[in-house]
């Protein structure tokens, strides 16, 4: 389950979508997540689904992949599903047992919650899957730029975001190296109750936490044996630039946009 989480991993390549501007990509999937929750009709979730498949297949990153990154999930969506439907009142009722009773409404906002939760977890893997750390760091830093005249530390707030994102992986792989360490010494996971698994964790997270501890002071030397002091005077190898694919994928985005007003908002009153 750890190697299905695909959030803040990179997936090499040199299509359009890996082109595009970082700026463009982070707020596009902003947009995006936007435009989630304006969507009032199930069909209006084809054209949210076509800004996820569309993407995706051309910069060739495998659906299976992308989609991997929603077992993690499956818990909390199945949580979030029930939740939704038990305690959503409505005026159909469907099933009822003791103070338990579902509803036609219900169902309709478990299902909308649902499909918001998974479209969200896609739209955002695929901003990590197709820009690189440095790429995504510039374009957090170049958004927020505005805000340096008010002394706001853009820079290194981007600098963290993007390092947070980018330890995500190597964390992921350290805990798979100490479960399965840990699990060869007699270590057991997944069997007993709640507290017993929880009181199984123990073993595991006590290493993880001083790796993680470690690799970010090994992180905070290297930077400053490199004189590494924030944004000021700082160059760039590749400077950022908006190119007419940004323009088509603006265009990809308002297509989007508007099929989604008109199913759910105009196609009812024509």
């Not at 989480?5 to 990179?10: A, D, E, H, K, S």
């Not at 999937?29 to 995706?56: E, Q």
């Not at 290194?156 to 100490?178: G, H, S, V, W």
Request: aromatic content about 10%; proline content about 4%.
């Amino acid at each position: 389950m750890i190697k299905d989480i695909t959030v803040g991993q990179f997936f090499p390549g040199q299509s359009l979508v890996h082109r595009l501007d970082p700026r463009t990509k982070i707020i596009l999937t902003f947009i995006f997540i936007v435009v989630l929750f304006i969507v009032r009709n199930f069909s209006g979730y084809i054209f949210v689904a076509a800004f996820i498949i569309i993407p995706a297949l051309i910069s060739k990153v495998p659906i299976k992949y992308l989609v991997r990154g929603l077992r993690p999930l499956l818990l909390i969506l199945i949580f979030t599903v029930v939740v939704n439907a038990v305690f959503t009142p409505g005026e159909t009722v469907l099933y009822s047992i003791g103070s338990i009773t579902v509803t036609k409404e219900g169902l309709r906002q478990a299902g909308y919650m649902g499909l918001r939760l998974i479209f969200l977890v896609l739209g955002t893997s695929l901003l990590t899957l197709t820009t690189s750390p440095i790429a995504l760091t510039d374009g957090i830093e170049h958004l927020l730029s505005p805000l340096k005249a008010l002394k706001f530390p853009a820079h290194e707030l981007a600098m963290m975001m993007t390092i947070a994102l980018r330890f995500i992986p190597t964390l992921l792989e350290e805990t798979d190296k100490i479960m399965k360490a840990q699990m060869a010494r007699g270590a057991d996971f997944g069997s007993g109750g709640l507290l017993k698994r929880a009181r199984g964790l123990v073993p595991l997270l006590v290493p993880l936490f001083i790796s993680a501890f470690r690799r970010a002071d090994e992180l905070a030397m290297a930077m400053e044996a490199r004189c590494y002091r924030g944004g000021v005077n700082r160059t760039r190898l590749k400077v950022l630039k908006f190119e007419r694919t940004d323009i088509y994928a603006v265009i990809f985005m308002l297509v989007i946009i508007l099929g989604v007003v008109w199913d759910s908002y105009l196609r009812v009153r024509l």
